[in-house]
């Protein structure tokens, strides 16, 4: 009786919802499966690409899968790097300027390395090329992610801190109701624009040209690459109409329910006047699947970890208590030999280096020089120009609760969008203008990076403070004095911040934006971008280092000496925060 009487509740409890969940776990586990069967498949460096648009569901799924499984080795690498950074002031003098270092080097720079390393680690089988792909677009979405999660932690208030010490929490219990939660915000709206940041080279992740041989892997990317090359416009126009409908899916079941859900770990003192909503995140919370993992699978393996920290604390702290001179001397020796050899393998690397970068001959440093100017003149015009639109915009729709409900989610797709996938489109109305790719590749690299100032100067203005709008009014400021007094001031700090990852985008960009394949003639701007393009394509390594090298100096020096002032400036004399 117990046995049926379980059954007719369990089969009451059961709901569309549960259905729909259920048929959703069995398509992605077949996806994934099926992923999976082509990733240990025997190796083939060029796939053939259908062009077709029937073939275009199954390129797009392996996309998303290359995209997810980046995002899931940037989220564990970001909870480490920026936690180690954060509480370790030894480490993070050297961790934070070596993560600015790596967000400049562009993705043509670590590509070489990774693909030939692990085509060498797995000779017989696609592995290493897709986890070369992998890598590749982890090197687009990481950077962004650890610099926030970094600055969450930095930022937490010390008066939280001190409740932690007061109820004795331990590190797993301060890590999981006090950090995770406080940079939960942060993390998800970065991550947002992180898998923007990996989608952006993903014709270049999935298909690229190392000297004379050529790699390709069926992906949208490769399918988009292919389109172009062979100037077939009816399949570009597919690939971006697939490509659009998987963002907006992943927009509205994903990071549209996530944004509601991290709702809840906002720290304020006033509750928001609009709540966001999500109707994917109320039929999630509605499943009794979902309930049942939850409380069969989640919450026994939470419990059975709680007290495993609590001991393993324990235990730290009592062998600390008990150590040895003995222990000391080995604990030093592990942390000599481990110093000894990153030392060694850093002057192995930097030999390597030097080894190809005076294989340059003088003329091509002279070259790269030029190329350095020219391409920094189009990230400055890129920058400017797409200011002048973007922040009236954003201070329209940031000041208005009506326009932000309609452009805001929209805004979010179409910045999603990896912009080399238009290139070819827009290039090709340019040159229908008589226009040239000299300064085309300015309107290339706006494509790309003007939503980080959009983004930013939106959130600036959203975070204006209604009682100085309120002032402004009854003081009846003209639009010029509002301007000036007010709106400016107050977007001042996110404005920097969108430009700095507004420049570091456009930087990105040139190698795509200098260098354009459209059917069987390229279009080459005289730059650095173009110069990496071809020399990765012509296997000139000893050019490709130093073009990467020159890049990332200025890029740095800039972050240093320009930006960083920049930002003291914002947060010293137009930050509102107390």
Avoid: C
């Amino acid at each position: 009786m117990s046995l049926i009487r379980s059954y007719i509740k369990l089969s009451r409890k059961v709901s569309w919802a549960d259905i729909l969940i259920l048929i959703s776990i069995l398509a992605i586990l077949y996806g994934v499966i099926h992923f999976g069967q082509n990733f240990k498949a025997e190796f083939k460096p060029l796939a053939e690409i259908d062009l077709s648009p029937s073939a275009l569901p199954e390129y797009t799924f392996f996309s998303l899968v290359r995209g997810f499984a980046a995002y899931g080795i940037s989220l564990i690498f970001t909870l480490v790097y920026g936690y180690i950074a954060a509480y370790n002031r030894r480490a993070e003098k050297i961790m934070i300027p070596l993560l600015d270092i790596l967000q400049s080097i562009p993705v043509l720079g670590f590509l070489p390395g990774l693909v030939i390393a692990l085509i060498a680690v797995f000779p017989h089988s696609n592995i290493g090329l897709e986890l070369a792909a992998i890598l590749m677009i982890f090197t687009g979405q990481v950077w962004n992610m650890t610099f926030s999660f970094y600055r969450s932690l930095q930022s937490i208030p010390n008066e939280l801190r001190e409740a932690a010490k007061v109820y004795r929490l331990n590190w797993w219990l301060r890590f999981t109701k006090l950090e995770l939660p406080y940079s939960t915000m942060g993390l998800v709206w970065n991550s947002m624009m992180s898998m923007a940041g990996g989608w952006f080279f993903l014709t270049i992740s999935e298909a690229f040209i190392i000297g004379d041989k050529d790699f390709r892997l069926p992906g949208i990317g490769s399918y988009m690459s292919a389109a172009i090359q062979n100037g077939n416009v009816p399949a570009m126009i597919y690939a971006v109409i697939a490509m659009s409908l998987m963002i907006i899916t992943v927009d509205q079941l994903l990071w549209k329910p996530l944004v509601v859900w991290a709702q809840k770990f906002k720290f304020e003192e006033t509750e928001s006047a609009v709540t966001p909503k999500s109707k994917v995140l109320d039929i999630l919370r509605s499943s009794h699947i979902i309930s049942l993992v939850r409380e069969k699978n989640i919450s026994p393996i939470i419990q059975f970890l709680k007290p495993l920290a609590s001991i393993k604390q324990k235990k730290v702290n009592s062998l600390q208590n008990r150590v040895s001179a003995f222990q000391r001397f080995l604990k030093a020796t592990v942390v000599w030999t481990f110093k000894i050899i990153i030392f060694l393998a850093g002057l192995f690397g930097s030999y390597k280096l030097f080894g190809l970068l005076v294989s340059v001959n003088v003329g091509e440093w002279k070259t790269i020089g030029i190329d350095l100017f020219l391409t920094f003149f189009r990230v400055l015009a890129a920058v400017v120009i797409g200011s002048l639109w973007t922040i009236p915009a954003g201070v329209a729709i940031g000041m208005n609760r009506r326009l932000s409900k309609i452009f805001q989610p929209v805004i979010q797709v179409v910045a999603s969008f990896p912009a080399p996938m238009l290139f070819p489109i827009v290039l090709l109305l340019l040159m229908k203008l008589g226009g040239s790719i000299e300064y085309g590749s300015i309107l290339l690299m706006m494509l790309g990076t003007q939503w980080y100032i959009l983004f930013n100067v939106i959130a600036g203005a959203m975070a204006i403070p209604s009682d100085l709008r309120e002032a402004a009014s009854i003081n009846r400021l003209s639009k010029k004095l509002k301007w000036k007094r007010l709106i400016l001031p107050g977007i001042f700090p996110a404005l920097v911040t969108g430009w700095v990852t507004a420049t570091g985008g456009a930087w990105n960009a040139s190698i795509v934006a200098e260098y354009v394949h459209f059917g069987s003639d390229i279009l080459t701007a005289t730059g650095l971008g173009a110069k990496i393009t071809l020399a990765t394509d012509s296997g000139n390594f000893g050019v490709l280092a130093a073009s990467v090298i020159a890049m990332s100096t200025t890029v740095v020096l800039i972050n240093r000496f320009f930006w960083k002032k920049l930002y003291i400036l914002a947060e010293e004399k137009y930050g509102l925060t107390m």
